[in-house]
């Protein structure tokens, strides 16, 4: 893989471009100067949204508790009810005039 390489550079080296080479060696300079002083700037001075946590008397919605099981019921098998009674039940009122 090596010998790959040193023929490339080689080639690239005979067509004479060197100079766009120097150039992507300066772009990555800058660009890694540029990442590490991004990297030493302060954090955020307040929080994006809402009050700031470390703040004990900032005002925090209530929490309420709520049981996982409250809504249960029990899903047990049950013997079979006659259908027709139980269409009825959930059959919507007929209109008024039909």
């Not at 209530?62 to 039940?89: C, F, H, L, M």
């Amino acid at each position: 893989m090596s010998a790959h390489i040193r023929a490339f550079d080689a080639a690239i080296e005979r067509a004479g471009a060197k100079p766009l080479q120097i150039k992507f060696d300066v772009l990555a300079v800058v660009v890694g100067l540029v990442l590490l002083l991004a990297g030493c700037t302060d954090a955020p001075r307040s929080p994006v949204a809402g009050p700031d946590p470390a703040d004990s008397r900032a005002p925090a919605p209530r929490v309420d508790y709520r049981s996982t099981i409250g809504p249960y019921k029990s899903q047990r098998p049950v013997n079979p009810a006659p259908w027709t009674e139980q269409n009825e039940r959930v059959t919507p009122a007929p209109k008024s005039g039909q």
